[in-house]
């Protein structure tokens, strides 16, 4: 199949985006930035075999490519537009195509984000989408901006795309609604687009939660220039469907797991009942699991008193090192 080809039948489709003035087609996308709006791109990849089995499915593949970064956008405050794709392909199988083309346009027609561009070639199984989004000028939020005293707050629940890697998903795939849950949060998790739009002028800080709580609040820690926080295990938002596990596990995949793409934020203590009230209107929990200190460090309490945490914060992205004399 010519890439033309493949492109127009599993990737052209119409777009009610007024802003896309011209999508797929020509050497580049054209695209309106109204005005007193600033532009937010995003960026994720998924290598097979890294971030993904084979076994997982093209629909929920095509999905997730776009979640993830649809998620990155919820934690700016970003309005979803547009989204570029490049797939690597070692094959062109049809069947894949139209599964993974269905699962990608089913997440994108939620948002109305239009497909305005990307490459295809040939080689081991990768795929990698950019996404675009506006938010009003100066409004984007950001993972720097926490204060000490603030309330640390995460959307839904946690944990629980690593309990479906660590079960195992031939159990789980025959398994019963709550299990079938579980696949679902691993393989088509939710962005919390609407949370995050709604964050502004509430939250000091802003990140979803893909590599792990402890190492993604590190991360609005380090960005903040603050010295740690302090997280509740006993609030931590953890889901039925793991209850008959021991909660020492529960509580390692809800710290380090990530994967659940929730987003983590950080609030001023003032503004906690703003926060009650959004999770009533926008029907979504938000959990207070603990605030920002002055102390070095991310401290793990169980009713206040300091308990030992994961022997890791989360997953790390390594590559090995060459150093002088390597080839």
Not at 61 to 66: D, F
Not at 70 to 75: C, I, K, N, T, V
Not at 125 to 143: D, E, K, Y
Not at 282 to 288: E, H, I, N, Y
Request: with cysteine; glycine share 12%.
């Amino acid at each position: 199949m010519r890439e033309f080809d493949l492109i127009q039948r599993f990737f052209d489709r119409p777009t009610r985006q007024g802003q896309v003035r011209l999508g797929i087609g020509d050497d580049g996308a054209i695209l309106q930035v109204p005005e007193a709006h600033e532009l937010v791109v995003v960026t994720d990849t998924l290598v097979e075999g890294v971030h993904f089995r084979a076994t997982d499915g093209a629909d929920n593949l095509g999905y997730k490519a776009l979640a993830v970064n649809l998620s990155d956008l919820a934690a700016m405050g970003a309005v979803p537009i547009w989204a570029l794709l490049n797939l690597t392909l070692p094959e062109a199988n049809e069947r894949w195509l139209g599964q993974f083309s269905e699962g990608f346009f089913s997440l994108a027609s939620q948002y109305d984000v239009a497909l305005v561009g990307g490459d295809t070639t040939r080689g081991p199984l990768c795929v990698s989408v950019t996404a675009g989004g506006w938010v009003s000028a100066g409004q984007a939020l950001t993972r720097s901006g926490a204060g000490v005293s603030d309330r640390v707050w995460i959307t839904g629940t946690i944990g629980d795309a690593a309990l479906a890697l660590a079960l195992g998903e031939q159990s789980l795939a025959s398994g019963g609604s709550e299990t079938r849950w579980l696949l679902d949060r691993l393989h088509r998790p939710t962005p919390r687009i609407g949370i995050g739009q709604a964050l502004y002028g509430l939250a000091s800080a802003v990140i979803d939660i893909s590599d792990g709580l402890l190492a993604d609040l590190g991360q609005i820690v380090g960005a903040s220039g603050q010295a740690g926080a302090i997280i509740e295990a006993t609030s931590l938002p953890l889901s039925p469907a793991g209850e008959s596990y021991p909660l020492d596990d529960r509580m390692t995949w809800a710290l380090t797991g990530g994967d659940d793409y929730e987003l983590c934020m950080t609030v001023p203590q003032a503004k906690s009942e703003r926060m009650r009230r959004l999770s009533k209107e926008a029907g979504v929990s938000l959990t207070d699991i603990g605030c920002i200190t002055d102390q070095a460090g991310i401290v793990l309490t169980r009713a206040g008193v300091p308990i030992a945490g994961p022997s890791r914060a989360g997953y790390e992205h390594l590559w090995p090192v060459i150093g002088e004399g390597d080839s």
